[in-house]
T-cell receptor, first 109, second 113 residues
Framework: GQSLEQPSEVTAVEGAIVQINCTYQ??????LSWYQQHDGGAPTFLSY????GLEETGRFSSFLSRSDSYGYLLLQELQMKDSASYFC??????????FGKGTMLLVSP | DTEVTQTPKHLVMGMTNKKSLKCEQH?????MYWYKQKAKKPPELMFV???????INESVPSRFSPECPNSSLLNLHLHALQPEDSALYLC????????????FGPGTRLTVL
């Protein structure tokens, strides 16, 4: 089976940096993905890590350590529009994703 | 066109009704998915279609019946649902590959009375 742990809620102010951690236990692992979901919206893909290390995409970066079964999403220069739920998801076999419970990020002025 | 569309946006049905949810994508993706999402919970995988064949059924009750008429369309037929089936039903598609980036539709908000 699969289990993923991430904090339920994180708060920060505009312009700050925030890190959302994700630990996982899986029976099959190809990589770790991150998705963003605004309230009432659909999940949208943010990033993927298949190998250890840091992937950077604009203000967002994601990190993976396979040996530690750990990853994180780093959001820099936070904006109000970044207030959303963030899900880590394990890419396992058969093109499937298993999602963590999600972290609600609240950005205040 | 990087869009997945879903109809209807909202659906209210009684426990004896039969209804269908529809999903369409024109990205040439060969994998399509149905997820169920309750409020403040993650999406839960229900079904996976790969090359128009059902490849994964996550022990979903038979009152949910998926159908993939062609490579662009995915339906979810609903019959004799229970109030606890009320949720957001999300369709997604993926081109496969190393990222397996999934593109989600906006969802159908289903209420079962």
């Amino acid at each position: 089976g699969q289990s993923l742990e991430q904090p339920s809620e994180v708060t920060a102010v505009e312009g700050a940096i925030v890190q959302i951690n994700c630990t996982y236990q899986t029976s099959g692992f190809y990589g770790l993905s991150w998705y963003q979901q605004h309230d009432g919206g659909a999940p949208t893909f943010l990033s993927y890590n298949g190998l250890d290390g840091l992937e950077e995409t604009g203000r967002f970066s994601s990190f993976l350590s396979r040996s530690d079964s750990y990853g994180y999403l780093l959001l820099q220069e936070l904006q109000m529009k970044d207030s959303a739920s963030y899900f880590c998801a394990v890419n396992s076999g058969y093109s499937t994703l298993t999602f963590g419970k999600g972290t609600m990020l609240l950005v205040s002025p | 066109d990087t869009e997945v569309t879903q109809t209807p946006k909202h659906l209210v049905m009684g426990m004896t009704n039969k209804k269908s949810l529809k999903c369409e994508q024109h990205m040439g993706h060969r994998a399509m998915y149905w997820y169920k999402q309750k409020a403040k919970k993650p999406p839960e995988l229900m079904f996976v279609y790969s090359y128009e064949k059902l490849s994964i059924n996550e022990s979903v009750p038979s009152r949910f019946s998926p159908e993939c008429p062609n490579s662009s369309l995915l339906n979810l037929h609903l019959h004799a649902l229970q109030p606890e089936d009320s949720a957001l039903y999300l369709c997604a598609s993926s081109g496969g590959g190393i990222y397996n980036e999934q593109f989600f539709g906006p969802g159908t908000r289903l209420t079962v009375l």
